[in-house]
């Protein structure tokens, strides 16, 4: 079976005048029953966040500004100029904001599944069942979101679990733009900016430099496939010192050979060898200390989709054989086109449907 993000689709649209974005109080106040507290659904930095259904019947998300809180006009701003420019299958879309009587609210699409991080390790055990090949489909899409950003010079800045949403088919989209940063010119290398972002998320070189680049993102990436494997949060203050610090505790199992020590218990004995060893190294380069040593965005695409396949069994003659022992049998791979993804090598009669969300061979 492929990965449904094999072909990288990518669904761009003219930007849209900012203004034909404003949504009447009136009709959020209809949409989620004057904001009934029993349809309150997550609670952030920027205020809380509600569920609700517009008049014409489409499911949204309405994030709502607190006074009180460290993000404000800006933030705000940002995110609403941000996502009104932007479509694309693996980010959340904004249908509209409302700056009436002294609220600032922003209108997304309803994600169905909430975010990543609840499915890792939230409170509810129901919703932590997901399979590895899942967890690597959403890892991919993520990375797809944030792929599509970086090749239009715009920096996320707060790359996290919770801020990866799941739709009803458990297709992730990247959301939250609010520290998102812009590159004035498309061919510098970096920006400089004052540093935000999240803790147990932060780019140590960054952090440092106070030099934002894509690779800050990859950085932050990074974390996220930590928590993926792991099922735990980036910072836990209540662990032993060496095991606070996810990113570190991981990268010194890694290191031994021994990541699959730390895995998920519910994953244990369900994740082939070389499908979690490709994971494990795609990982430790996304969080290597230099950005320049780390991966695009898209060879981490590239290197995932290779670690589902690695995953997944391939019917040769037959007979079911781990693609890994196939992609052995192959000796040269010098007539396959460095744009293909790892969904393709291997298989006949395959080609390149290359689209402007391409991704390049892996480092």
């Known amino acids: 079976m492929g990965s449904k993000h094999s072909k990288g689709t990518t669904s761009t649209s003219d930007p849209v005048p900012f203004e034909s974005f404003r949504v009447p109080f009136s009709a959020l106040q209809e949409a989620t029953n004057n904001f009934n507290k ?3 659904i997550g609670l952030g930095g920027f205020g809380m966040v509600y569920r609700g259904v517009l008049c014409d019947g489409t499911k949204v998300a309405l994030k709502r500004h607190k006074l009180e809180s460290s993000q404000g006009i800006e933030e705000f701003q940002t995110e609403n100029k941000m996502l009104s420019q932007l479509r694309h299958p693996y980010l959340v879309s904004l249908i509209g904001y409302c700056d009436e009587n002294n609220e600032l609210i922003l209108i ?3 994600m169905e599944n909430g975010n990543l991080s609840s499915h890792l390790y939230g409170s509810d055990l129901r919703l932590r069942s997901m399979s590895w090949e899942q967890r690597l489909e ?3 899409g993520a990375a797809r979101g944030l792929h599509y950003l970086h090749t239009r010079g715009i920096i996320h800045r707060d790359v996290k679990s919770a801020n990866i949403l799941l739709d009803e088919n458990f297709v992730a989209k990247v959301a939250d733009f609010g520290l998102s ?3 004035t010119v498309f061919d510098e290398t970096h920006t400089n900016t ?5 803790f147990g998320y932060l780019d140590p070189e960054y952090f440092k430099s106070v030099q934002l680049t894509e690779k800050s993102d990859v950085y932050s990436f990074g974390v996220v496939l930590c928590e993926v494997v792991c099922a735990r949060p980036a910072i836990d203050q209540s662990l032993p010192r ?16 021994q990541l699959k020590q730390i895995t998920d218990p519910n994953l244990v004995g369900k994740i082939r060898s070389d499908s979690l060893r490709k994971f494990g190294e795609t990982t430790a380069k996304c969080l290597a200390v230099s ?7 898209g060879e981490v695409i590239w290197n995932l989709e290779y670690a589902l396949h690695l995953q997944e069994p391939v019917i040769q003659e037959n007979r079911t054989i781990p693609i890994g022992e196939l992609l052995l049998q192959i000796n040269d791979f010098s007539h396959v086109d460095a744009s ?3 969904a393709q090598i291997g298989t006949s009669n395959s080609y390149c449907d290359l689209s402007s969300d391409e991704v390049p061979s892996p480092r």
């Not at 004052?194 to 999240?198: E, L």
């Not at 990113?247 to 031994?256: E, G, L, P, R, S």
């Open 38 to 40: 029993n349809l309150l």
């Open 108 to 110: 997304y699409e309803y």
């Open 138 to 140: 959403i890892c991919i």
């Open 181 to 183: 940063k812009t590159r």
């Open 194 to 198: 004052g540093v935000k972002g999240s």
């Open 242 to 257: 060496e095991q606070i610090n996810l990113a570190d505790w991981a990268m010194n199992w890694q290191k031994k050979g």
């Open 291 to 297: 950005g320049v040593d780390r991966p695009s965005m």
């Open 340 to 342: 293909c993804s790892a």
